[in-house]
């Protein structure tokens, strides 16, 4: 169960796809930024032992003293764990490879799928945002940011079969909605590396629309070389290509979130 909170909470929103390489990392990074952009004071939690979300934001894994393995260990005080990232109201609660254990050493610790939201919950009067970046799986760690959210965002490859995984998402998260999280909703999906020259693309951009007509995003995020260099150089989309197509759809994108949460508020 969620613990029962009074005052503003913040808006926790989980990236997650359990498919591996869909955009989850390059959409949590961009769309917190531009969030952070906006005025909004925002932690990025990086619950993937990969730590891309961490490397992207161009912090060195080398450097980590506390990591969001702490926060679901009980091993920190909560407080102590958000990390500037030399943005304005942007922090990371960064992840690294130790994380990847944490799944086995929770076997058997009492709400296990609760660590992450008991551990925000020190945390939650300083953010009005909490955006989550997933491993690729449905695991204990995925399970932790879905009871730890209020909604999910779904990040969508335009390809083959990309339909047939949302409908594996959709029955797993209806699952958690009633066996964990009752409150969870879909934010919704964002199709990501959108090519527009291939039919592929737009077929499966017509089809999502067609099942699933409310949850798609009106903003396709293209795909673009200049999105994924910027990690390598630790740097977000507006700040490697400002008015590159990628950063423009990013920032795109988080109007229509900030725009979505608005109306189920
Ligand atoms: P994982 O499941 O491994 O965590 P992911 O779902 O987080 O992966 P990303 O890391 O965001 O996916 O993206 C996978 C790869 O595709 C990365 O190399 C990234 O830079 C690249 N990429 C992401 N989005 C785009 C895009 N719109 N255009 C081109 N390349 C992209
Ligand atoms: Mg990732």
């Known amino acids: 169960m969620k613990q029962q909170l009074t005052g503003p909470q913040p808006r926790i929103v989980a990236i997650a796809n359990q498919k591996g390489g869909v955009g989850k990392t390059t959409t949590a990074v961009n769309v917190a930024g531009e969030l952070a952009r906006r005025g909004q004071r925002v932690l990025l939690v990086d619950i993937d032992p990969q730590g891309n979300a961490t490397t992207s934001l161009g912090i060195a894994k080398a450097s980590l003293t506390v990591t969001t393995y702490d926060l679901l260990l009980g091993n920190a005080s909560p407080e102590t764990l958000p990390l500037a990232t030399g ?86 998260l209806e699952r958690v909605r009633e066996s964990l999280n009752p409150t969870l909703r879909i934010l919704g999906v964002v199709m990501t590396m ?71 508020v």
């Not at 609760?114 to 989550?132: E, K, S």
């Not at 909604?151 to 959709?170: D, M, S």
């Not at 089809?207 to 795909?223: A, D, K, N």
């Open 87 to 172: 943005r304005e109201r942007l922090d990371l609660i960064p992840a690294d490879q130790e994380l990847a254990g944490a799944a086995v050493e929770l076997v058997g610790v009492e709400r296990r799928e609760w660590r992450l939201h008991d551990g925000l919950v020190p945390l939650l009067p300083r953010y009005d945002w909490i955006i989550i970046d997933c491993p690729p799986s449905l695991g204990l760690l995925t399970l932790n940011a879905l009871c730890a959210a209020n909604a999910v965002l779904i990040p969508l490859q335009c390809e083959y079969l990309a339909l047939e995984g949302l409908a594996q998402l959709k029955t797993t």
């Open 194 to 264: 959108y090519d527009g020259r291939t039919n592929l693309a737009q077929q499966v951009v017509d089809e999502v629309q067609r099942y699933f007509p409310r949850l798609i995003c009106r903003t396709l995020i293209p795909r673009s070389v200049r999105l994924s260099e910027a990690p390598s150089h630790g740097r977000l989309a507006y700040e490697y290509d400002p008015h590159g197509r990628g950063a423009q759809a990013y920032a795109l994108l988080t109007e229509e979130v900030i725009g979505r949460e608005e109306r189920t």
